[in-house]
């Protein structure tokens, strides 16, 4: 059925979303730049760094009339960096889903290219993707557009209109549908809201998954019965 699948990494392999959405919306609360958390897991999740750096200086200056602070966006993200050394975990079964497909698979992620490394190699699942783990640090856009999951293809030598993504995010699953791929919503993540699934159908999810004991039954189904990668 599919060529390859392509895994997003925050709130699918790893469960960096809630981690980093409480310490980030606590942060900038304390710097005087209040969002509601939902609100800002709404607008942000699956969003990569250029564009979220875009659009709080937009919110900044909207509630504070004057542009905002140089560091702000730097301090926050090393205070999310340095407690995720202490605190990132895999999210449950992950390894089962990674394993359970025995195509081409990749990670395609709006994170920092050296983070996804660190990240995964910190839980435990570095060697289960490694080589094939991709950034859109690497592309000229990130997520909702799909240059990522495009070069993730490209580098698979996978058919776009024939991969499978995996995201959490409604910026990942506009992504995946831009790209011409069919996606599957993730809901198995700590950072999930009621109408997260609503939405991720309406952002153009084909299907919906709840956790990765289902994930890994529907992709043991749909694998190849040989290794390809």
């Known amino acids: 059925m599919f060529d390859a699948v392509l895994f997003d990494c925050d709130g699918v392999l790893i469960d960096t979303e809630m981690l980093a959405l409480d310490l980030e ?58 407690h995720f050394k202490t605190h990132l975990t895999s999210i449950a079964d992950a390894e089962k889903s990674l394993t359970a497909w025995t195509g081409k698979k990749a ?30 640090d690497q592309v000229e856009r990130g997520k909702p557009h799909p240059d990522v999951f495009l070069f993730a293809a490209e580098k698979l030598a996978a058919n776009p209109q024939k991969c499978l993504v995996i995201e959490d995010s409604i910026n990942g699953v506009k992504a995946g549908c831009a790209a011409g791929m069919t996606v599957w919503g993730f809901l198995g ?11 991720l159908q309406s952002a153009g999810a084909h299907d919906i998954v709840s956790s990765h004991a289902q994930l890994a039954e529907k992709l043991k189904k749909a694998s190849p019965e040989k290794t390809k990668v």
């Open 25 to 82: 919306v606590d942060f900038l609360a304390a710097n005087n730049f209040h969002y509601d958390r939902m609100d800002f897991a709404r607008a942000f999740i699956g969003m990569d760094g250029i564009a979220m750096r875009a659009q709080m200086a937009r919110d900044y200056e909207a509630q504070h009339a004057r542009s905002i602070p140089p560091t702000l966006f730097d301090d926050m993200w090393a205070a999310r960096d340095a």
């Open 107 to 136: 990670v395609a992620s709006s994170s920092k290219i050296e983070h996804l490394k660190t990240n995964l190699t910190q839980v435990g699942l570095a060697h289960l993707v490694y080589p094939h783990v991709y950034s859109a």
């Open 189 to 199: 993540g700590g950072h999930v809201w009621p109408e997260l699934t609503d939405q």
